[in-house]
């Protein structure tokens, strides 16, 4: 253990010293989302895309150093998508089959799917959970992943249409949109930095009754009751370092997403390059807000993970305390 600590403080360091930011010349805005969505404004494009007047959808496109054939592979084979996406998935592929995912009871399910084109196009539906929409309108929501080669490089587009857009679609849309921004950005880290590893997530979640800005101010922060350091200004690229209160740990790396009051993510770069991310979503009960701690981790020993999930409940029970 003591080794393993000395030998990632000196990536840690070397990291830092050849680190470039990230260039999103092909990436990143997703368009047609909600004004008052602050997940949403800091990565909307500028013109909404154009949808049937009585839906709306989420786009998201971005450049992925890797090549289709392995892209396509993360996104239809079971094994690959729980390196990136849910906690389990199992998939039968081609049109007609479907790919079922699970973070768990209620928030598993199957999507069909529509389109299969190896390495270019997969097209499924979306599973249904208690999300307040009647099931003959969720029928017409779909996802759209279109992949284009370059230069050993894909270019992932996706598409999350078929939205209502009366306030019962509200939640589910909001949050699927915010999740896009982090799952895809967990897609692309770990096929650049962890292909074909197993991932073990780290996961606390707890509800909140506070509003979402007083419990935005006890998560994170300089005066956070968990993660205590400044994130303000912190843009996509801009290194982070977060102690964790009360405990031995902190977390520090590259800013993946910064959109307060509700979420933040980053690489951890003393945790092997894991994957983080902090959220308060309306995914609770009849929709009340939870909030989400989560370790994408590769190659990490068990002890360490084990220690960081034990460690970081208790903070976050007396931090959410009224």
């Not at 996406?85 to 699970?102: D, E, Q, R």
């Not at 499924?124 to 230069?151: C, F, K, M, N």
Request: aromatic residues 10%; charged residues 25%.
């Amino acid at each position: 253990m003591f080794m393993y600590r000395i030998v990632m403080k000196i990536a840690v360091a070397f990291s830092a010293l050849f680190y470039e930011p990230p260039q999103y010349a092909v990436a990143d805005p997703p368009v047609d989302a909600r004004a008052d969505n602050p997940i949403l404004q800091e990565i909307q494009g500028a013109n909404p895309m154009e949808t049937k007047p009585d839906t709306r959808s989420f786009e998201m496109q971005l450049g992925i150093n890797a090549p289709p054939e392995a892209v396509w592979k993360a996104l239809t084979d079971s094994l690959e998508l729980t390196r990136w996406f849910p906690l389990n998935a199992k998939v039968k592929p081609g049109v007609g089959g479907s790919i079922w995912t699970s973070w768990g009871p209620p928030f598993e399910g199957e999507s069909p799917i529509q389109v299969w084109e190896p390495n270019k196009h997969l097209r499924t539906g979306w599973p249904t959970w208690d999300a307040g929409a009647p099931d003959v309108e969720r029928q017409r929501i779909a996802v759209d992943y279109h992949l284009e080669g370059r230069s050993g490089r894909t270019i992932l587009r996706v598409v999350h249409s078929g939205f209502g857009k009366d306030a019962k679609w509200d939640k589910e849309y909001d949050g699927v949109s915010g999740g896009w921004a982090f799952e895809l950005r967990g897609l692309r880290h770990y096929l650049e930095n962890h292909r074909g590893r197993d991932r073990r997530v780290v996961w606390s979640k707890k509800p909140t009754s506070l509003s979402v800005a007083q419990t935005a101010s006890r998560l994170i922060g300089p005066a956070g009751k968990v993660f205590r350091g400044s994130i303000e200004g912190l843009k996509e690229g801009d290194r982070y370092r977060l102690e964790i209160v009360g405990t031995d740990h902190h977390i520090e790396g590259i800013v993946a997403v910064n959109t307060p009051p509700r979420a933040f993510s980053g690489t951890v770069t003393n945790l092997n390059n894991a994957f983080f991310r902090l959220g308060i979503e309306a995914c609770g009960p009849e929709g009340t807000e939870e909030v989400w701690t989560w370790f994408s981790t590769y190659g990490l020993p068990g002890e360490v993970c084990e220690n960081l999930e034990r460690d970081l409940m208790p903070v976050l029970d007396r931090a959410l305390a009224k």
